[in-house]
């Protein structure tokens, strides 16, 4: 019987801490697995100035998908500059999405969300706030419903 | 002084001239007008909930297959009912899961499936006999074509329930919901001011027999629910109603994380306003009604009670909890509670809804027992090995692989000066360390957060940690955080193996 097993909680990633100024805009990077290696939001920040945000990543030796939160100002330059690199940008204007024929307005999803991004209206239906999301999950995975998912 | 019997309300819903509000409003006319006026007022006060209510489910009656099946085992979507009774009934629970599905799906979802009229796959087995000759069947159904889908609820609408919390430093996922690491959130359950047992607490109009509310259907209570504890504002009815009437809106299957499958129930009961003093019960508020926060990292049944806290603090969106604002989220739905009242009361308006006069009381004086054990449950102190390796901190991993090697534990504790435990290194943690070319101190490689046992722990509660952490061992330790033991899953295995009498190479659950 093998007894090396080892001794980690499951749970360690799910506890990372993320900080969130305020940003307007988020975008989603896919790199391609030729460019993949390279030191490309580095750069971008160098370049522009931008205080880029890491919302959400996830990259091993074939691909890159990084999910940012870029201040507004900055915004049209942050993206033509990773466009220029060979990039693939996309906005993500819905971060989350709430489907309304699942969602019982229960609010299971409310207090696990650490940025507050959700909360009930004046008559108890809940409100999803979309530029405070940062696309960590928990509201998925607490749903009862699967009335939540990533866009 | 004010008296009205059901009847005269009955004739006032009849004649149209009836006054009916919700609880929620009540409560403010209550407060405005004084009981008696707003008895004299006020006729029918109706009350809501919508939750997961576990105890929930459905008698189904598919009719005679030909030739004919005795229906022993039978699966709708691949979610087992219960076969056990005559030859083509079966009972559909909210809470089985799929066999294919798992936790995702389960009964809660196969009766919103049936309700939204979507066709469900039926398959049965049997061992046959003269008079039903058949041993297999499959076929497709929707609820239509079904003789008879009952709902029969042994325990729905609890009064009220516990607030859910976890002082640990690990993720829970139970059926209150995720609940984060040191309190990291509190989940609540419950309508409060809209709670239907909450308006008639002495049952002096909800009876066996009360025409309710159910899943947006016309249905009846049958009695008091298992579970039923009245003199602790825990007091549960058992229901019925009819399935092919009731709809989507008010029914829904849900999947807790890490818990499995449920079904949420929309609830409404009417109250007759008979006279002054049920008007000042049903004038009750979210102030008024009190319900304890239990802490659920303890997986005991008697669960460590934090603090007594109101609905109207939960509705707040925080609670206070060892001087931190911890933030809440209701699992029941308050706005659809609130749509169950709106709707009794508007079918009660428009003639549509006639009050029952109960057959009988609930009982007031019910107990929730514990399960009667004649089996004692070992505990860690009577299988862990107090003989074990420690390591002081401050050691090289080198240090470790030789006690390791020495010691034949693949697990060693790392312990302070004064034997604390600190963390926790593996023979595992090391390969990993010389694999990398990373080693040279204890500090940078062993784990630390450990996973423990406590000496009066039950080895059940050991094993689900073993499972759920996939680890072989645990360090036992006592209430000084000293370490004091070790418990390991071939420990566990061999209890196990003499408590079934059965041969000790038994696979223990779980267990790779």
Known sequence: MDATH???????????????????????????????????????????????????????AVSGEVVVDVPDEKFNEVVKRFRSRGVEVSIL????????????????????????????????????????????GACITACPHGALEFS | MVEKTVQEINQKIKDGSVHVVTAEQMTGIVEELGPEDAAREVDVVTTGTFGAMCSSGAFLNFGHSDPPIKMQRVWLNDVEAYGGIAAVDAYIGATQLSESRGMEYGGGHVIEDLVARKSVHIRAVAYGTDCYPRKNIETEITIDDLNQAIMLNPRNAYQRYNVATNSSDRTLYTYMGTLLPNYGNATYSGAGVLSPLYNDPDFETIGRGSKIFLCGAPSYIIGEGTQHEPQNDFAT????GDLKEMSREFLRGAAFHGYGATLYVGLGIPIPILNENIAKKTGISDADIITNVLDYSSPRRSRPTLRKVSYEELKSG??????????????SSFFMARKVASTLKHWIEQGNFMLSQPMEKLPTDTVFGPMKQTKETPLVKDVMSRKMITIRQGKSVEDAAKLIMRGQSTHLPVTSEDDR?????????????????????????????????????????TARKLEKHNISALPVIDKDGKVIGMITSD??????????????????????
């Open chain 2, 421 to 461: 435990l600190i963390g926790i290194i593996t023979a595992w943690d090391i390969s990993k360390a010389v694999a990398q070319g990373k080693y040279d101190k204890l500090d940078r490689t062993m784990t630390r957060r450990v996973i423990t046992a406590t000496l009066d722990e039950p080895i059940d509660v």
């Open chain 2, 318 to 331: 925080t609670i206070e909890l060892d001087g931190k604002e911890v933030r809440t989220s209701p699992l």
């Open chain 1, 93 to 136: 204007e819905h971060p989350v999405i709430l489907d309304e024929d699942e969602c019982i307005n229960c609010g299971a999803c409310i207090s696990v969300c650490h940025v507050k991004a959700l909360c009930f209206k004046d008559d108890w239906s809940i409100a999803l706030d979309e530029k405070r999301c940062n696309q960590c």
């Open chain 2, 491 to 512: 420990d566990i295995s061999r209890l196990i193996a003499k408590r079934n009498g059965c041969h000790p190479q038994a696979p223990l659950e779980g267990k790779q």
């Open chain 2, 237 to 240: 009815i058992m229901v019925t």
């Open chain 1, 6 to 60: 080892r001794h980690l909680s499951k749970e360690n990633s799910r506890e990372n801490v993320v900080f969130r100024g305020d940003y307007d805009m988020k975008i989603f990077l896919r790199f391609a697995p030729e460019i993949n290696q390279e030191p490309h939001i580095s750069e971008v920040i160098l370049e522009t100035g931008a205080k880029l945000n890491i919302n959400k990543a996830s990259v091993d």
